[in-house]
């Protein structure tokens, strides 16, 4: 029997862990959208006037976010400051935008792996109400401009102050 652990059960696993953190931080029910595949549907949805786009959502209309979420071994911040352009980040980035971009929010990219804390991934734009340790990347070309993106722990994130947040 191999000793593997099945990803997207690893995958379903963080969502689930996103879902009760954010909905503990902005007061509102998070949930993980039928995409993720706590449904039978794939992509973008909308009912009821409830984006349901990335993989985790809420029914709050003013959470300015679209949270995707990836639980990959083998990535290391190392190798995101010294190739930003090339690979995973990159990669996840440009996932996160896409779906932010079909649901006007702004892409908030949570990833992981084992024994270590997550980390989130927003617009530069985003940096000036979080505190704490940071990385600034940029890492990719949209829009024929090189997009500036910065790195911090999603603990930091979630002390924010949500109001300071609030989509309008």
């Known amino acids: 029997m191999s000793s593997r652990v099945n990803g997207r059960r690893k995958g379903h696993s963080a969502e689930r862990r996103l879902v009760h953190l954010f909905s503990s ?8 959208t039928p995409g ?15 984006d349901l786009s990335g993989d985790v959502v809420t029914t ?10 990836k639980k990959v071994e083998g990535w290391t911040l190392d190798r995101f400051v010294h190739s930003p352009k090339t690979g995973e980040l990159q990669s996840w980035w440009k996932q996160a935008r896409k779906e932010a971009e079909s649901c006007s929010r702004v892409p908030l990219l949570v990833f992981a792996r084992n024994r ?9 734009e985003y940096a000036t109400v979080i505190t704490g340790s ?4 940029c890492i990719d070309d949209h829009k024929d401009q090189e997009e500036v993106v910065f790195i911090c ?5 979630l ?8 989509r309008k």
């Open 159 to 166: 002390k924010v102050e949500k109001s300071l947040l609030i």
């Open 36 to 50: 993720s595949g706590s449904f039978a549907t794939r992509g973008f949805i909308r009912t009821d006037g409830v």
């Open 153 to 157: 722990p999603l603990s930091s994130l």
């Open 116 to 124: 270590i804390p997550e980390y989130v991934a927003l617009p530069v």
């Open 60 to 69: 709050d209309p003013t959470f300015p976010f679209c949270i995707e979420s």
């Open 25 to 32: 931080w902005w007061g509102s029910e998070f949930f993980r």
């Open 134 to 137: 940071r990385i600034f990347l």
